[in-house]
């Protein structure tokens, strides 16, 4: 059986991580993020987790090396695809991961990139009007705003703007974003497996697009 992996792309507030999720449940591809991995390694006591563990307690990033050994034993899980949300972030990372395909992959295996495409001038629009609870709702003034103005629809409490989607910090998060996902993106676009689609647009028709690219819009 020939297994597929898409690899998604987009910054901050492009909405990459809903449409991984949906595809996730269309499909039943297993979804990959390093985070939920690393999590899941630490409270089972495996032997990556109890490596992890150390530098996750310390406040210290995971080394590379670490993460690539994480993402291989996650592939080996049965599953006809695979979808990667929030890594590779770096080029040092997405030659690890490349490296990693070359051994581990079988001739029939397919490895796709997917970008969810949105400008800036958007992102920092969408960022800056969202407002979260600390019961964890998310609302945004515009496309989802809460019944009460400025007050939580589950629990009552006031809503407030995360300190991550202040002006000054999303700029500094896009900056970041930009200067290390560009050599990402300049070896995918060597390829011809690199998937664009226009994330200014609703969910519902994103996803219907994502789905007619990977031809799995019927299945
Ligand atoms: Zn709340």
């Not at 964890?136 to 809503?159: A, F, T």
Request: hydrophobic letters at 35%; aromatic letters at 8%.
């Amino acid at each position: 059986m020939s297994k597929t992996i898409l690899i998604f792309f987009g910054s901050p507030g492009s909405g990459k991580g809903t449409q991984a999720d949906l595809l996730s449940q269309k499909t039943g591809w297993k979804k990959i993020s390093t985070g939920d991995l690393l999590r899941a390694e630490i409270v089972s006591k495996s032997d990556l987790g109890k490596r992890a563990e150390k530098y996750v307690n310390a406040g210290k990033l995971v080394p590379d090396k670490l993460l690539i050994d994480l993402v291989a034993k996650s592939l080996k899980q049965k599953a006809e695809g695979f979808i990667f949300d929030g890594y590779p972030r770096n080029i040092k990372q997405q030659n690890d991961l490349s490296n990693m395909f070359e051994k581990c992959l079988k001739k029939n295996d397919q490895v796709l990139s997917l970008l969810v495409d949105v400008s800036d001038k958007e992102v920092k629009q969408r960022l800056s009007q969202r407002r979260v609870c600390s019961c964890g709702s998310i609302y945004h003034l515009k496309y989802n705003p809460p019944i009460n103005n400025g007050v939580c629809d589950v629990c009552h409490q006031k809503l407030f703007i995360r300190d991550d989607d202040k002006p000054k910090i999303i700029n500094h998060r896009l900056k970041i974003y930009h200067q290390n996902i560009k050599p990402v993106f300049d070896y995918w676009q060597q390829t011809d497996k690199f998937i664009k689609i226009n994330g200014e647009q609703p969910i519902a028709k994103i996803h219907i697009e994502i789905l007619e690219k990977l031809g799995k819009r019927n299945s």
